[in-house]
């Protein structure tokens, strides 16, 4: 059996350095094809007929007008008037759906299906716990240690409210799917971040066997935690398409999509923090409370974050049920609710200690969990360094004259990031050609780069010596790519499967060499006796050897095991700091520079990690600056179901972001650790402890609107 | 997003404005191709000496898309960016939006960059149209596509067509661009990956790369 670890630092040609990603050009030419790009013969255009209340009963459906349309092949009811769920829980969850010949088609029979409705009392808003009643349920409360005693003996406490309203994913290609059936078996294009798993979430309210299911998924338009199995209209289409013999095509509108396929949930707080004069924190209370949408429970966001250690916590946690779409995981569940309202609890604190936050923070490292603390603290001090913490930081607000106002402010974050279980099939062919295949997805991350790397590494060849299959559910199993764990399982899974097909090359190989097998190694295109380039073959002809059929090695990632042998391991820490200027005449904020230190173990492909990086900091000034689904209560809409109101960044909107990685001794001997949800955590609590130390006073809550930092102005500051 | 996102010229905006005005009912065309061709208005009583109406059912349209002739037909409602994804399979540019909010549809259009959700087939006649297919027709990438591959442009890539179309006829324009103008000369553009800090190096790579006459298109 081979030693199943990464080479030796020395030994790496390929892992560690910067690679092109792989489906680079299929993307950039415009060639990759998105399962809402697929069309297929006879297909039919799906679209939804849409209650406009956030709470009703549906009392009647009158769809024979919609169905006398031209092209209308089906109208399908999906909330049946009478029976005991017709009833709809959100603003423009679909009642029917409509299958014609073309999209517009569709969209003109959409208006002809008669909807009556019988409006139900609504709860749209979560901020206002007592006008929520009784749909505030206090959830969760825990104590450690003994608060009361350390609020007693505290030389500062400091008390403040925080909040982060809640977000959509907004994920560009919209949730949908083409489905198509022959001979009994569905054949589903769905944008998923779980391939493997959507086979028996199609196949089981379908009533099929999962052998009757395939799902491909070659590229996807971005998912961020809100594209796992197939929705409740997937399965719809899917019924549809059976029943009429032809293709569908549903992807929900964009008026639609910000609210029915997911958001994160928004969390607000009042935080205590007892303190030290020497800066100690000794004591944390915080009262939580956020949306839970249609849901009973919600999670509640982790606090104290990072810093679990504070001996002595009370927390409570109360979750609003509200008539909005559900919540979905979003990029790092939970994470940055609670790293916001830690963060700027603790840099509240630290004003009112009269201190520069990076050294109240390093003072408090010892206090962190999850994360090494002096990664933490190494972290800070590259920060600081990239930004010029020393010379641009000032006590909060900025002195110097004129409207403009400029702060700095830090945070940081962990994840844990272990790899998920999968396996994979790694080949070597006669001909020398090598290919590894998975039911995996590469969501834009770069798995395929990552698995590539992998292999290549492994044989000793160059990146474009090697092949890659993913993206089809008839492939060995992947595992969903949820909370960073992708990269772990799928180049562990191709490393074992790889060393696997290896050896039996070796052994095939080893008697033309004279050598037994186990004195082989695979490096710059040979196969060639341990340091011995003199005595080896070529690749393509060690493999010559092979016989006629190929070898076919079975890779799998198990995570425990394959953490034990430090092929992976989990729980990374990284900091943030932004440099922020605010217009206090305007209240507009705008982002000079924002800089990130993070750790993530050993790296295969630097360049798509530092994209991680970058991109998960942009997405972060987005919902930190601009981005908020705001609901009105009196209609129960929501009022910027668009995307000229639902703003994201955009590219004159971020600044000078930079990012430092580490890697190397110290870092690299812990394995492959996920860096997708890392990032994007801290960018909120960044930016909000920068607008602090600009303006003097605290905006409470995310996203940091002009409007809003306005009106803390008007409570104080330096305006 | 940006606050003050500009009109910028290379988005031209002339002709017709929103379909959904448009919807149900006829349209009137303006191009003197069709007006004389075509009929009385049908569905809209319009004044003296107003323009001719088509519609709403489907009429002969012809495209001249990537150089390529195609001949459709097809109701005068639907959008250059309809036609191509939903009657031609043409599906480089996405649709998200669909209101001329986030660029993933941008196509060149008689030498502007436009948002094809905006534009009615209709009144795309005439004039030569150009998509990331278009750029990407020969062996080798467009150098502006190359520049996305090379500086990590994208990642889910959906967004990735329609910047490099508009990077394209942005560098069309200002071949030597500073920072501030690619930060709002491309302002028109959204993606939810945050790829844009790569985008701002690849447009000053290819810029770059076009001076050295590496360009083709
Ligand atoms: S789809 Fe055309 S601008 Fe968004
Ligand atoms: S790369 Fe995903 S939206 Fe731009």
């Given at each position: 059996m081979p030693e199943y670890k990464w080479p030796e630092a020395d030994k790496r040609s390929l892992i560690g350095k910067r690679h092109s990603r792989a489906d680079g050009p299929v993307k950039s030419s415009g060639k990759a094809k998105y399962s809402s790009d697929i069309s297929r013969p006879g297909m039919l255009h799906v679209l939804a007929v849409r209650c406009p209340y956030a709470h009703a009963r549906v009392t009647s459906i009158d769809t024979s007008e919609a169905e006398r349309m031209p092209g209308v092949k089906m109208v399908q009811v999906v909330v049946e008037p009478g029976k005991p769920n017709a009833e709809t829980q959100w603003f423009l969850d679909h009642v029917a759906l409509v299958a014609a010949e073309t999209e517009e088609q569709a969209e003109d029979a959409v208006r002809k299906v008669k909807v009556q409705y019988e409006r139900l009392p609504h709860l749209v808003t979560e901020y206002d716990r007592t006008a929520a009643g009784a749909r505030a349920r206090p959830q969760d409360a825990a104590t450690t240690g003994d608060p009361d005693t350390a609020f007693r003996e505290a030389d500062v406490v400091s008390e403040g409210e925080y909040g982060a309203r809640f977000i959509s994913h907004c994920t560009l290609e919209p949730h949908g799917s083409v489905t198509e059936w022959k001979d009994g078996r569905l054949t589903a294009y769905l944008p998923t971040q779980a391939l493997s798993g959507s086979v028996s979430q199609f196949a089981s309210p379908l009533e099929v066997p999962n052998t009757n299911v395939r799902v491909?998924?070659?590229?996807?338009?971005?998912?961020?935690?809100?594209?796992?199995?197939?929705?409740k209209w997937d399965i719809q289409a899917a019924r549809m398409a059976k029943a009429a013999g032809r293709p569908m095509r549903y992807f929900t509108e964009r008026n639609a999509e910000l609210i029915v396929s997911g958001g994160r949930p928004s969390d607000f707080a009042t935080v205590r923090i007892a303190a030290k004069k020497d800066g100690t924190i000794i004591g944390w209370q915080s009262?939580?409370?956020?949306?839970?949408?249609?849901?009973?429970?919600?999670?509640?966001?982790?606090?104290?974050?990072?810093?679990?250690?504070?001996?002595?916590?009370?927390?409570?946690?109360?979750?609003?049920?509200?008539?909005?779409?559900?919540?979905?995981?979003?990029?790092?569940?939970?994470?940055?609710?609670?790293?916001?309202l830690t963060m700027c609890a603790l840099d509240d604190c630290a004003a009112r200690l009269n201190m520069d936050p990076l050294?109240?923070?390093?003072?408090?490292?010892?206090?962190?969990?999850?994360?090494?603390?002096?990664?933490?603290?190494?972290?800070?001090?590259?920060?600081?360094?990239?930004?010029?913490?020393?010379?641009?930081?000032?006590?909060?607000?900025?002195?110097?004259?004129?409207?403009i106002k400029r702060g700095l402010g830090l945070s940081i974050h962990t994840w844990g990031g272990l790899g998920h279980a999968c396996q994979c099939d790694v080949k070597i062919h006669p001909d020398g050609s090598a290919e590894v295949t998975m039911g995996t997805q590469d969501l834009g991350t770069g798995t395929r780069t990552v698995m590539l790397v992998t292999l290549a590494e492994t044989f000793g060849l160059p990146l474009n010596a090697v092949k890659l299959n993913i993206g089809d559910s008839d492939y060995p199993p992947g595992g969903a790519s949820g909370g960073s764990t992708t990269v772990g399982g799928a180049s562990t899974a191709t490393r074992r499967g790889a060393l696997d097909a290896l050896e039996q090359l070796f052994q095939k190989v080893a008697p033309a060499l004279g050598v037994?097998?186990?004195q082989l190694e695979a490096v710059n295109g040979k196969i060639q006796v341990k340091g011995n380039p003199a005595k080896s073959l070529a690749w393509k002809q060690a493999c010559a050897k092979i016989g006629t059929n190929p070898i076919v090695a079975r890779g799998a990632c198990q995570a425990q095991a394959a953490r034990k042998e430090k092929l992976i391991d989990a729980d990374v820490g990284g900091a943030q700091m932004a440099d922020v200027s605010v217009d206090i005449e305007t209240g507009v904020v705008t982002l000079n520079k924002f800089v990130a230190a993070q750790d993530c173990g050993l790296i295969i492909n630097l360049k798509t990690a530092e994209s991680q990086m970058y991109g998960a900091m942009t997405m972060g000034v987005g919902y930190a600056l601009y981005e908020e689904r705001v609901m009105?209560?009196?209609?129960?809409?929501?009022?910027?179901?668009?995307?000229?109101?639902?703003?994201?960044?955009?590219?004159?909107?971020?600044?000078?972001?930079?990012?430092?990685?580490?890697?190397?001794?110290?870092?690299?001997?812990?394995?492959?650790?996920?860096?997708?949800e890392p990032p994007v955590i801290s960018p909120g609590a960044a930016i909000s402890n920068a607008i602090a130390n600009a303006i003097g006073v605290r905006v409470p809550h995310m996203p940091f609107t002009p409007d809003r930092v306005l009106a803390a102005l008007e409570k104080g500051g330096v305006a | 997003m940006r606050r003050d996102k500009p009109k910028t010229p290379e988005r031209g905006r002339k002709g017709l404005s929103r379909r959904d005005f448009f919807r149900g009912a006829g349209v009137a065309v303006p191009t003197g191709l069709l007006a004389s061709q075509a009929k009385a208005p049908k569905a809209a009583k319009a004044p003296a000496g107003a323009a001719p109406m088509l519609g709403p059912g489907r009429v002969p349209i012809t495209l001249r898309i990537n150089g390529k002739v195609e001949k459709l037909e097809l109701e005068p409602r639907v959008t250059l960016l309809d036609a191509m994804r939903n009657y031609l399979d043409i599906t480089g540019a996405k649709k998200?939006?669909?209101?001329?909010?986030?660029?993933?549809?941008?196509?060149?259009?008689?030498?502007?960059?436009v948002y094809a959700c905006q534009v009615l087939a209709i009144e795309a006649q005439g004039k030569a149209i150009t998509t990331i297919e278009g750029l990407n027709a020969g062996e080798q990438l467009h150098p502006m596509s190359q520049a996305f591959v090379n500086n990590d442009a994208q990642q889910c890539g959906y967004c990735t067509p329609g910047f490099v179309v508009a990077c394209k006829a942005f560098l069309d324009k200002h071949p030597n661009p500073t920072r501030e103008q690619i930060r709002r000369g491309l302002g028109g553009n959204l993606c939810r990956c945050g790829t844009y800090t790569g985008i701002e190096r690849a447009v000053l790579e290819a810029a770059k790369a076009v001076k050295g006459g590496s360009a083709h298109a």
């Amino acid at each position: 059996m081979p030693e199943y670890k990464w080479p030796e630092a020395d030994k790496r040609s390929l892992i560690g350095k910067r690679h092109s990603r792989a489906d680079g050009p299929v993307k950039s030419s415009g060639k990759a094809k998105y399962s809402s790009d697929i069309s297929r013969p006879g297909m039919l255009h799906v679209l939804a007929v849409r209650c406009p209340y956030a709470h009703a009963r549906v009392t009647s459906i009158d769809t024979s007008e919609a169905e006398r349309m031209p092209g209308v092949k089906m109208v399908q009811v999906v909330v049946e008037p009478g029976k005991p769920n017709a009833e709809t829980q959100w603003f423009l969850d679909h009642v029917a759906l409509v299958a014609a010949e073309t999209e517009e088609q569709a969209e003109d029979a959409v208006r002809k299906v008669k909807v009556q409705y019988e409006r139900l009392p609504h709860l749209v808003t979560e901020y206002d716990r007592t006008a929520a009643g009784a749909r505030a349920r206090p959830q969760d409360a825990a104590t450690t240690g003994d608060p009361d005693t350390a609020f007693r003996e505290a030389d500062v406490v400091s008390e403040g409210e925080y909040g982060a309203r809640f977000i959509s994913h907004c994920t560009l290609e919209p949730h949908g799917s083409v489905t198509e059936w022959k001979d009994g078996r569905l054949t589903a294009y769905l944008p998923t971040q779980a391939l493997s798993g959507s086979v028996s979430q199609f196949a089981s309210p379908l009533e099929v066997p999962n052998t009757n299911v395939r799902v491909i998924c070659n590229h996807i338009g971005g998912a961020f935690g809100s594209k796992f199995g197939p929705d409740k209209w997937d399965i719809q289409a899917a019924r549809m398409a059976k029943a009429a013999g032809r293709p569908m095509r549903y992807f929900t509108e964009r008026n639609a999509e910000l609210i029915v396929s997911g958001g994160r949930p928004s969390d607000f707080a009042t935080v205590r923090i007892a303190a030290k004069k020497d800066g100690t924190i000794i004591g944390w209370q915080s009262d939580a409370w956020g949306t839970v949408g249609p849901s009973d429970r919600g999670a509640a966001p982790p606090l104290p974050y990072v810093f679990r250690k504070i001996p002595n916590i009370r927390t409570r946690y109360t979750g609003v049920g509200t008539n909005t779409g559900p919540s979905r995981a979003w990029r790092a569940p939970n994470h940055p609710q609670g790293c916001l309202l830690t963060m700027c609890a603790l840099d509240d604190c630290a004003a009112r200690l009269n201190m520069d936050p990076l050294q109240f923070f390093l003072k408090n490292i010892s206090l962190v969990q999850g994360g090494r603390p002096e990664d933490y603290s190494t972290e800070l001090l590259k920060c600081a360094e990239m930004i010029d913490w020393k010379k641009n930081w000032h006590a909060r607000g900025d002195k110097t004259p004129g409207p403009i106002k400029r702060g700095l402010g830090l945070s940081i974050h962990t994840w844990g990031g272990l790899g998920h279980a999968c396996q994979c099939d790694v080949k070597i062919h006669p001909d020398g050609s090598a290919e590894v295949t998975m039911g995996t997805q590469d969501l834009g991350t770069g798995t395929r780069t990552v698995m590539l790397v992998t292999l290549a590494e492994t044989f000793g060849l160059p990146l474009n010596a090697v092949k890659l299959n993913i993206g089809d559910s008839d492939y060995p199993p992947g595992g969903a790519s949820g909370g960073s764990t992708t990269v772990g399982g799928a180049s562990t899974a191709t490393r074992r499967g790889a060393l696997d097909a290896l050896e039996q090359l070796f052994q095939k190989v080893a008697p033309a060499l004279g050598v037994p097998p186990d004195q082989l190694e695979a490096v710059n295109g040979k196969i060639q006796v341990k340091g011995n380039p003199a005595k080896s073959l070529a690749w393509k002809q060690a493999c010559a050897k092979i016989g006629t059929n190929p070898i076919v090695a079975r890779g799998a990632c198990q995570a425990q095991a394959a953490r034990k042998e430090k092929l992976i391991d989990a729980d990374v820490g990284g900091a943030q700091m932004a440099d922020v200027s605010v217009d206090i005449e305007t209240g507009v904020v705008t982002l000079n520079k924002f800089v990130a230190a993070q750790d993530c173990g050993l790296i295969i492909n630097l360049k798509t990690a530092e994209s991680q990086m970058y991109g998960a900091m942009t997405m972060g000034v987005g919902y930190a600056l601009y981005e908020e689904r705001v609901m009105d209560q009196l209609t129960g809409r929501m009022l910027n179901n668009n995307m000229e109101f639902y703003k994201l960044a955009g590219l004159g909107d971020i600044g000078t972001i930079e990012v430092f990685m580490m890697t190397g001794k110290g870092y690299d001997e812990r394995g492959v650790i996920g860096l997708g949800e890392p990032p994007v955590i801290s960018p909120g609590a960044a930016i909000s402890n920068a607008i602090a130390n600009a303006i003097g006073v605290r905006v409470p809550h995310m996203p940091f609107t002009p409007d809003r930092v306005l009106a803390a102005l008007e409570k104080g500051g330096v305006a | 997003m940006r606050r003050d996102k500009p009109k910028t010229p290379e988005r031209g905006r002339k002709g017709l404005s929103r379909r959904d005005f448009f919807r149900g009912a006829g349209v009137a065309v303006p191009t003197g191709l069709l007006a004389s061709q075509a009929k009385a208005p049908k569905a809209a009583k319009a004044p003296a000496g107003a323009a001719p109406m088509l519609g709403p059912g489907r009429v002969p349209i012809t495209l001249r898309i990537n150089g390529k002739v195609e001949k459709l037909e097809l109701e005068p409602r639907v959008t250059l960016l309809d036609a191509m994804r939903n009657y031609l399979d043409i599906t480089g540019a996405k649709k998200v939006c669909d209101r001329g909010t986030c660029g993933t549809c941008t196509v060149i259009m008689g030498g502007d960059a436009v948002y094809a959700c905006q534009v009615l087939a209709i009144e795309a006649q005439g004039k030569a149209i150009t998509t990331i297919e278009g750029l990407n027709a020969g062996e080798q990438l467009h150098p502006m596509s190359q520049a996305f591959v090379n500086n990590d442009a994208q990642q889910c890539g959906y967004c990735t067509p329609g910047f490099v179309v508009a990077c394209k006829a942005f560098l069309d324009k200002h071949p030597n661009p500073t920072r501030e103008q690619i930060r709002r000369g491309l302002g028109g553009n959204l993606c939810r990956c945050g790829t844009y800090t790569g985008i701002e190096r690849a447009v000053l790579e290819a810029a770059k790369a076009v001076k050295g006459g590496s360009a083709h298109a």
